[in-house]
């Protein structure tokens, strides 16, 4: 059974930073490429961030770019996902995802397992 379990969320000033991780059992990284999507109340799920060990190859929304980075802890099968600089609309809840590996785009395509979401919430 794959089981995403992410962690790090929480309420932070805007200008500060968050560590989010995502310990994934069940798979492991030679398989699946691994991601970070986020979902903002009214709005729909979106691809934030993706990471690719078949080519190490990474991946960032616009509105991220040169403030995040997507990396992996193999020996613990984790991928972590570091915000800096946080801004009001970074605001909602934080899936980790999986997709398969033989089909990823590198673009976050759509994943076929999510963890059940972290809530980050940027305060002014």
């Known amino acids: 059974e794959v089981q995403l379990v992410e962690s790090g969320g929480g309420l932070v000033q805007a200008g500060g930073s968050l560590r989010l991780s995502c310990v994934a059992s069940?798979?492991?990284?030679?398989?699946?490429?691994m991601g970070w999507f986020r979902q903002a109340p009214g709005k729909e799920r979106e691809g934030v961030s993706c990471?690719?060990?078949?080519?190490?190859?990474?991946y960032y929304t616009d509105s991220v770019k040169g403030r995040a980075t997507i990396y992996s802890d193999n020996a613990k099968n984790t991928v972590y996902l570091q915000l800096n600089d946080l801004q009001l609309e970074d605001t909602a809840v934080y899936y980790c995802?999986?997709?398969?590996?033989?089909?990823?785009?590198?673009?976050?395509?759509?994943?076929?397992?999510w963890g059940q979401g972290t809530q980050v919430t940027v305060s002014s």
């Open positions: 995802a999986a997709m398969d590996i033989i089909t990823y785009g590198g673009s976050c395509e759509i994943p076929h397992f």
């Open positions: 069940g798979l492991t990284f030679d398989d699946y490429a």
């Open positions: 990471w690719s060990s078949d080519d190490g190859s990474t």
